[in-house]
């Protein structure tokens, strides 16, 4: 790995966007063409006008994987080469003899200040799986909704839980979202009614995003798994849980949760994750053969939701941290192919909410305001048990050792009231 | 419309490829590249080589939009040149003045016999949604599993119950599947078992495909829902049972449904269904305003599943109809968009397994056998709870009245036995 050194870019302290980060991610400039883009500082550089540079020579790319939409072409050539890309930038932005020392030129050709930039959604995804891999968030959903003194089901410390969610409708952080309308049954009466959700909650979880494709009948064994995962995002798995609660039985949860899905622009890499590897929860009882695994297979990643009101105060509402996750990727990625589903590049797998152990930590609203019975109060002094319009969350996440700081910036939405239906 | 006269390709009796069809698919010749088709009779015809003779001129189409992998571009071009697209073939094929009588040389550039074509995957599914919208079908799970007295949840006659499914794992007729390897907890005891699934099943259903994209937050009425769907296909949502079983609550079937699910190559549109109209059952209690609908929202389809064994011999073990479906498409697509979950072109909605009254239209293996309690009998002796290995299930369907006959073909698949998986 080539060392760092210095940058060529000024990088503000606790920037997510060190060095030691070099995520992915597809942004726009002026109404122009998508290009795939790296983030360091607060400055985008644009790969696309790099490799038309011949500064991305020999890394197994050529210049139209950086014109593109989304991702995925360049995702597709495989880990070999999106390590040579990172490794190749961070030469190129820390080197004294980097071909961009005192090319004012060149330099102007390529970088951009962050906030003239439009991130897109950086990834086609094909399929999306969403998780369900926190025990604490499982067991408080499982205290309020089904029995507090055995609120696990028997099934959760044997499988990693998952379900498909909707592809369609993950967008790009600073896209916001109409609240959804939709069945509920508030009073579980014999007839049901229609209006606009009145629960509106967020869902703290982070992504991954698959970097191969298989083939139907194939499988990926715990071993392989993290090397058929190309990054990680923040993704904001927003539901309306009162539409969830009255349609997902027996089938499980469909448009109380894909009215809208949030993720971060910048796809970080597992190898900048590299540091940050932590051993995640004790697994008792053991999982079957397929789900065992050996070394540290989770991360140190701190994880914060806030809500912005309408009057602009900000209120952080939980910090949590993705190592409380029980399941970790590989397992998921073992379990999810165990019976021969095929993956592709650009995928998505969601975590599932990631709560803490307290109070503070719990990764949404339901759980927060303890099913509406402790309502949490803001900053401007207004009160919340589930979001309301115009109400903005921004969902952040960092890791940082020994000096060494990796983050993925923020996924944010804002609430918007609902709209009228097509009659 | 363009009256229908007679033809000139030979149709026999009883194909469902008829010029009142006109169904679409994508094929590929001689490991060619893959071209739009459509069938008439056992004879398949290039829509790229008709275009390239500008015998589709002035359709709104140009020969690139039929020289693809997918229908995708095709449909994406609207209903009216779909329907254009339509009658012209109707007339190219029937009209004593068309250009193609006695033009041998043109009519062997762009007809094929079906035997001699490899029929491909017609669809790029962005996201897969199955309902649960038989009536009987949900009323037979519920006997079995929940509560014989009281079998259907209280949503089910409020909501056309639907969850997401896999798209990658949808394969065209003919691709043959491996028995999925999983989880299981037959003895509901403290620790689950893995291996081969004990219950693989089929599903009979049906699916539509939409010909639109829409916007996150629009939503589709009742009214407008059959203007947004390109056309139908038959569906076997291949099941295995005692992985469902064990995986499913409390977020819905994962694992048990996604290593194969098979349609049926040709895309049936709905204009060439028209003649096939019908009410569906009555709706009773009345559903929700946005759910409400007008005219004759179902069809008249007979269904059947056949299981070929090895030995090559074939019975039929289900007639059914798409009829009997409780909730119709119109029903299914306002539902899934009310909340403004968009959607895209060539995305896939399943019906749900399609059951009758009697035990033999039960659409699958569960509840034709009754949950291993009744065996089925074949034609070459041997019985069945569930599928073998090398076991065949072959979907037929086909509509007919007033000597009008539109079919689907079939959507045919072969259970291989298990694949070790990767450790």
Known sequence: MYEIKDTLIPIPDDSDFTLHNIPFGVMRRDHSQPVVATRIGNTAIDLHALAMNHLLDDTGTSPGVFRQPVLNPFIALGQPVWRAVRQRLIYLFSDPDSPLVSNHHLFS??????????????????????????????????????????????????????????????VVSGTPVHRPNGQTNPDNSPSPVFGPSRQVDFE????????????????????????????????????????QKWEYVPLGPFLGKNFGSIVSPWVVTLDALEPFRVQGPPQDPSPLPYLQFTGKKSFDIHLEVAIKTPQGTETAVCRSNFRHLYWNMAQQLAHHTVNGCNINVGDLYGSGTISGHEAGSFGSMLELAWKETRPITLADGTSRTFLNDHDTVIIRGFAKTNGIRVGFGEAVTTILPAKPIAL
Chains 1, 2 share one sequence.
Not at 134 to 163: C, Q
Not at 213 to 235: H, N, P, Q, W
């Open 204 to 243: 703290l979880e982070m992504a991954f995003v698959t970097g191969i494709s298989t083939r139907l009948g194939d499988s990926i064994s715990t071993d392989d798994a993290e090397k058929a995962i190309f990054g990680m995002v923040l993704f904001n798995d927003l539901s309306a849980r009162d539409i």
């Open 109 to 170: 050709q390529i970088a951009t200040p962050i906030h003239g930039v439009e991130m897109l959604m950086p990834l086609h995804v094909g399929d999306y799986t969403d998780f369900y891999s926190s025990l604490e968030h499982a067991t408080n959903v499982g205290i309020m909704f089904r029995d507090a003194s055995n609120p696990l089901l028997p099934n959760w410390k044997h499988i990693p839980v998952g379900y498909h969610g909707r592809s369609s409708s993950i």
